[in-house]
């Protein structure tokens, strides 16, 4: 027996640390301070305050309260930014997306207050245990790789990608990177309204290994906690940005996040390439444009000559409600293929663009914002499902 499975075993107590607020909370805090298979390390009202605990403490399980009725997705990602410790969620009421959508966020229990403290003891050692053996298979985040195309300039790739990336970092609670993949015209930054000191070229052009920590001094982090990885100041650097280096990059990013949204230039060079090896989702942006349609067309030939899944590929219909005598059953006829999202034509997106702040954040209440979240919250959904799957062909190569 190792001494890991020793600490919780027999006697021994589970490391748990308390954050937040809710009614309840003081009983129950007072409760699991006196149990005999907890040991209480600590508690703080906001995550924040906890920070020093949450990092050193050494702990298996932390309780976050809320007074929130859904997902409190900010204080979840700051957590998971201090401790790899499985989290338990604790409500006074909730509304009835907040078990889902604290799932699809990796919560491993919601509990709704008050409670039978054997109850809470029960959850807490069972999420303990299922923490301590994802640690033991390797542990590792395997990221989901999402990546933003479409062969037309000007279709909404960026938009799309800032913005989707946006709202998994602020409102599912995900770990996000962007990466800017129009090396030699990104302007990912600029649309994030972010001024970045380091780019991806500093990145691949630094001396050493590449690795985890390596890469977290060359991201900038976004207000939204999003993490970005900005294009080359200067278009004459993008080509030292190789297919090798940017592979080897997106394996270290994959440890380090839960999901990696690539944005993109309209062409399929080297490093695209590298990135569709490696791609979880492609959004294949079109609009009702002939012109853009054809190209969408082309490049779903070009896929398949590249052997790319098709049942990776999402058609993404952005500004579908414009009307320019065209519907989205034409496009789907022309492709051969259905639109899986529709993303509509807002005003509140060039204000948004012009000012620097994603509309998904600047504007929450506007269609676009909408449609945005939702989209992100299906590449969550996809997340948990493919993890699952993962987890039962492995019990059953087991068996
Ligand atoms: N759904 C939308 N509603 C309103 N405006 C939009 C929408 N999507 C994109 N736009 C506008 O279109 C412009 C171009 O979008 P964007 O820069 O994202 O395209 P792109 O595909 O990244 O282009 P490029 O290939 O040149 O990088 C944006 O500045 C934005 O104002
Ligand atoms: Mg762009």
Redesign the pocket.
């Known amino acids: 027996m190792s001494m890991n499975e020793m600490e919780t075993n027999g006697r021994d107590t589970v490391r748990v640390f308390v954050t937040g607020l809710c009614d309840g909370l003081p009983d129950l805090r007072e409760a699991l301070g006196k149990h005999p298979e907890i040991e209480l390390v600590g508690s703080s009202d906001n995550v924040l305050e906890g920070a020093s605990t949450l990092t050193g403490g050494h702990l298996q399980v932390v309780l976050h309260a809320t007074r929130s009725a859904t997902l409190p997705a900010n204080d979840v990602a700051a957590i998971r930014e201090y401790t790899k410790a499985p989290v338990i969620l604790l409500a006074s009421g909730g509304s009835p997306s907040l078990l889902e959508d604290a799932l699809d966020a990796d919560i491993a229990d919601v509990l709704l207050l008050p409670q039978l403290t054997d109850n809470v003891v029960f959850s807490i050692k069972k999420a303990c245990h299922t923490g301590r053996k994802q640690q033991a298979s390797g542990g590792g985040r395997q990221g989901r790789l999402v990546t933003v195309f479409?062969p037309?300039?000007?279709?909404?790739?960026?938009?799309?990608s800032t913005n989707i990336s946006a709202s998994l970092a602020k409102h599912w609670g995900k770990r996000a990177l962007l990466l800017d993949l129009?090396l030699q015209?990104g302007?990912a930054a600029i649309?994030l309204g972010i001024e970045p000191e380091k780019t991806i070229y500093d990145l691949v052009t630094a001396p050493g290994e590449l690795d985890s920590e390596k890469l977290a001094g060359y991201t900038t982090r976004h207000a939204c906690g999003l993490d970005v990885l900005p294009a080359p100041l200067r278009p004459e650097d993008a080509e030292l940005v190789t297919e090798a280096k940017l592979a080897r990059l997106l394996e270290v990013a994959r440890e380090s996040y839960d999901v990696i949204v690539v944005?993109t230039?309209?062409f399929f060079h080297g490093p695209m390439l590298a990135t569709l090896d490696r791609t979880d989702e492609l959004l294949l942006?079109t609009s009702l444009d002939v012109p853009t349609i054809k190209n969408v067309r082309l490049s779903l030939q070009t896929l398949e000559l590249l052997s790319f899944p098709q049942d990776r590929i999402k058609v993404v219909l952005?500004?579908a409600n414009s009307k320019v005598g065209m519907q989205r059953k034409e496009v789907e006829s022309a492709l051969e293929l259905g639109v899986r999202y529709e993303?509509?034509?807002?005003?509140a997106?060039?204000l948004a663009?012009n000012r620097g702040n994603p509309a998904v954040l600047a504007d929450g209440k506007s269609e676009?914002s909408r449609s945005v979240r939702e989209l992100a919250k299906s590449l969550v959904t996809a997340q948990t499902v493919a993890k699952e799957r993962k987890k039962f062909l492995a019990a059953l190569a087991r068996a």
């Not at 037309?152 to 799309?160: D, E, S």
């Not at 993303?343 to 005003?347: F, K, L, N, T, W």
């Open positions: 479409s037309k300039g000007g279709t909404g790739k960026t938009v799309l129009d015209f302007d649309m944005d230039s309209p942006l952005n500004r993303i509509p034509s807002d005003r997106v060039p663009v676009f």
